[in-house]
């Protein structure tokens, strides 16, 4: 084997590593010795090496020793040293010395041998195991390095092997029923990170929306005053008063109670998301987000007094950022500072992300963290191998100093998996392997064949989905398809910052998506082909809703307008067809037996919704859509009359009118209508009369899972395939709704939506060739 192949095995790549030659030697005559404390990273470590070491210690032909001696005077030295280890050959070259400073630096080392090995499943007694003579001294280049969100709590195992060692988890914050403060984690996930390595920073969630979610709002000694001079929204929550002694005593108690759990060193703590001033006359003229430190502040001194090992970090928010310079003069040395911003850290352009306040911050030596998307945007789900755009922002990372970097992939790792493994590559070593490099060694260790070819391919879908994801296209045409009905904001205005708007740069990003569809399909990987198509249809969307919105905008259309017109809004369906289908039939292999997630269903839908403004706004100059049935159609509204009874509704409609007889796929669109409850879309499903008295028989139901719209995710469309029609009686659309809450006060009664039909394409019916 080369060097190459070697390190091709490696994730990450180690900052110094070499392999002279290997010894090939039985599984039995491998012997482990350990001279360092059994802590649970050094066990897991030993584990590790016994998959292929099954000989007798000291007396073994091979010996794989561990130890915390420090032979390594290079170890003491290195950044991030209690991470640190050093693999060296012994003298006759019938060993190998794994050193560290901590038994973490311990479990490194194992991982990094252990991936060198690449054993096979089964070993018996006598199986050779290739064990290369490697001489590496390595580090991490940034601290902690993790995730937070989405499956990542119970994906402990899978990540902490690529070196990813913090995980940030919901603390679940609360007041129980006898109003006593509680925190609800689940303290096996503690002894789990011991385990593997990894550090478990329970958070408490945005101050403002615990009145909500920690059962706060019929709390009025906790909440806030709103101002007595502008009206309540709708859909009004109090945050909190963070003058109030009860709410300052509620946060300490919360922090007590998280730092009572074994293992806890650090506690974060999200500031409001949305500013949430408070009216009373303690708070009224005070900066909102100061006052919110300073408590926090207050609750970690006391919290201190009887558990000083306990530190704080604060994370800052969209709310917090015009006053963020207030917020970091107000936190002391030994609090860090996450930074987090909705639009500016969930961001996935060309841009830098640490801005000049936070870089001066963590070069003055403060700890500053960082919470960026690693996906195409939070909202979405969708396949995106991004191998540049994940070692561009880790390298701002560590060049400006930062201790942490916590990832966010929605709603799983399974979708994400190339780039969570590329965060722990650049986050652990950012100016190591180039990203065809790291392409190549991804395919070497996860199995793909032609490891060459995939790194090839994977450069031109990584250019070409980040040109998409710059754009945030698929999240804007999923929060704004009624771009179409406001005459005053123009495509060419909505992206005027986006780098495909730029003619030269949007063909370019063309050219590659579609080089990154023929190699993908000459590889004749399925879920390659299915991001190669998702990425090449969405570019070729906004392409053509660039030229064709100021025509469908204008005044009149000529004749060749006309035919120009027709053409695109075909080529559109294509495009919202072809993104459907993949999209679905990809998130059902990467989440095999799952319920796929809302927002990868929205993500799907998103251009069919493009296509029914397009075509509304067509039918103003008299172009007649070819195909009305593929375009929702109310059936049907809700309102709070129908929450009257119970918070929970049930409506039936009947469908003959809108179905054919021999039936079809079909969504079920749901949208929220300004008021002041959501409602969740609790089942969906066809029935039929059974003949007796009121009774029924189930024909279909949806395969989606149960969702709430509302506020923020405004509308949701669920598959449901309806069978054809029964001699027993008309297919009746069974809707289960919770809307109102039945406390709810009379002027915050309102719950409203609209209930609509739309047939969809697949691809045995569908009029495109694929």
Not at 387 to 413: C, H, M, T, W
Request: proline content about 8%.
């Amino acid at each position: 084997m080369t060097q190459t192949d070697w390190l091709d095995r490696l994730i990450p790549l180690p900052q110094q590593v070499t392999v002279e030659r290997a010894a090939r030697v039985p599984a039995e005559k491998i012997g482990i010795v350990c001279e360092a404390p059994l802590a649970p990273p050094v066990r897991t470590a030993l584990e590790l090496l016994a998959r292929f070491a099954q000989g007798a210690g000291e007396r073994a032909v091979f010996v794989i020793r561990l130890t915390l001696s420090g032979e390594n005077a290079r170890l003491a030295t290195v950044p991030n040293a209690e991470q640190a280890y050093a693999i060296t050959p012994t003298d006759n070259g019938r060993g190998l010395t794994l050193a560290a400073n901590m038994p973490a630096g311990l479990l490194y080392a194992a991982r990094t041998l252990a991936q060198l090995v690449a054993s096979p499943v089964v070993i018996r007694a006598d199986t050779e195991i290739e064990l290369p003579l490697a001489r590496i001294l390595d580090w991490p280049a940034i601290a902690e390095r993790g995730q937070w969100g989405g499956n990542a709590p119970q994906d402990l195992a899978w990540t902490s092997q690529w070196k990813l060692n913090t995980l940030e988890v919901d603390a679940g914050a609360a007041v129980d029923a006898h109003g006593a403060p509680v925190i609800r984690m689940n303290r096996d996930l503690f002894r789990q990170g011991a385990t593997l390595g990894v550090k478990i920073v329970p958070y408490i969630m945005h101050l403002e929306q615990l009145a909500k979610y920690g059962g706060l709002m019929d709390r009025p000694e906790y909440t806030s005053t709103p101002d007595p001079n502008a009206p309540l929204p709708s859909d009004y929550i109090p945050g909190l008063c963070m003058s109030s002694p009860a709410t300052q005593e509620l946060i300490t108690a919360w922090l007590m109670r998280a730092a009572e759990i074994e293992g806890v060193r650090d506690i974060q703590v999200w500031l409001s998301e949305d500013a949430a001033p408070c009216y009373c006359p303690r708070c009224v003229g005070q900066e909102p987000y100061g006052l919110e430190v300073a408590c926090l502040v207050r609750a970690l001194r006391r919290v201190q007094e009887t558990h000083p090992h306990v530190r704080l970090r604060i994370l800052t928010t969209q709310g917090s950022y015009p006053v963020n310079d207030r917020v970091l003069a107000a936190v002391p040395e030994d609090v860090g500072v996450s930074y987090y911003e909705g639009r500016r850290t969930y961001d996935s352009s060309y841009n830098p992300m640490i801005y000049p306040l936070m870089e001066e911050y963590a070069r003055s030596g403060r700890w500053l963290g960082v919470y960026p998307q690693i996906t195409q945007v939070f909202r979405t789900v969708f396949p995106w191998t991004a191998p540049q755009f994940i070692r561009y922002r880790a390298q701002e990372f560590a060049d400006k100093g930062l201790a942490n970097v916590i990832g966010y992939a929605v709603p799983s790792n399974r979708c994400h998996e190339f780039n969570v493994m590329a965060l722990a590559e650049w986050t652990w070593h950012p100016h190591g392997r180039m990203p065809e490099e790291f392409a190549r060694a991804y395919a070497t260790v996860t199995g793909i064949a032609d490891p060459d070819r995939f790194a090839r391919w994977a450069l031109l879908a990584g250019a070409a989905g980040w040109a998409l994801a710059d754009s945030r296209f698929d999240v804007n045409i999923i929060y704004d398809c009624a771009l179409w009905d406001r005459p005053e904001t123009t495509f060419a205005e909505r992206y005027r910052d986006a780098r495909i708007s730029d003619a030269a740069f949007y063909d370019s990003a063309i050219a590659q998506a579609n080089d990154a569809l023929a190699l993908a399909r000459e590889i004749g990987h399925a879920d390659l082909i299915a991001e190669s198509e998702c990425t090449l249809c969405s570019l070729q969307a906004f392409g053509l809703l660039r030229d064709v919105v100021p025509l469908l905008k204008g005044a009149s259309l000529d004749a060749s307008q006309r035919a120009e017109v027709v053409a695109a809004l075909d080529e559109l369906e294509r495009c919202a067809y072809v993104l459907r289908t993949r999209l679905i039939e990809w998130g059902t292999r990467v989440l095999p037996g799952d319920k796929l997630p809302s927002r990868l269903l929205d993500t799907a839908a998103s251009l069919l919704r493009v296509c029914d403004g397009a075509y509304r706004l067509a039918a103003r100059h008299g172009i007649a859509d070819p195909r009305p049935a593929y375009r929702l159609r109310p059936l049907a509204t809700w309102s709070e009359r129908d929450f009257v009874a119970s918070p929970r509704a049930r409506l039936l409609i009947n469908l003959e009118e809108l179905v054919p007889p021999e039936g079809g796929s079909y969504h079920v669109g749901f949208d929220f209508t300004a008021s002041a409850w959501g409602a969740d879309v609790a089942h969906v499903a066809v029935v039929t009369p059974s003949g007796e008295r009121a009774g029924e028989n189930l024909l279909a139901e949806t395969p989606d899972r149960v969702t709430h719209i509302g506020r923020w995710d405004r509308w949701y469309e669920m598959r449901l395939a309806i069978p054809p029609r029964p001699p027993t009686g008309p297919r009746l659309l069974a809707v289960t709704l919770t809307g109102t809450p039945t406390g709810a006060p009379p002027e915050r009664r309102s719950c409203d939506g609209v209930i609509s039909l739309r047939r969809v394409w697949e691809r045995a019916d569908a009029p495109w060739r694929d």
